[in-house]
């Protein structure tokens, strides 16, 4: 059985919710999971960028934490 390991993306939207999509990797298919609506999609490359473009396009979430730290 191939191990999973997962991390996420998160962004924040122009209100201040967070908006979460988690990335869950088994062998070379990655799966996407948003936690604000239940989206999900099967990718093998980019899955950190196909995330960021969910969130982007579906929830208007572009403000990354960790680009707002000096």
Known sequence: M???T??????WDQHGR????????????R????GTC???KGVQFLPWLKAQ???????QATVDPAG???
């Open 38 to 40: 239940g989206w999900r």
């Open 31 to 34: 799966a996407l999971h948003c």
């Open 53 to 59: 473009e969910h969130l982007a396009e579906a929830h």
């Open 68 to 70: 707002s730290r000096t």
């Open 18 to 29: 967070e908006h979460v999509v988690r990335v869950q990797r088994t062998g070379i298919q």
């Open 6 to 11: 997962g991390s996420k993306v998160r962004r």
């Open 2 to 4: 191939p191990s999973t």
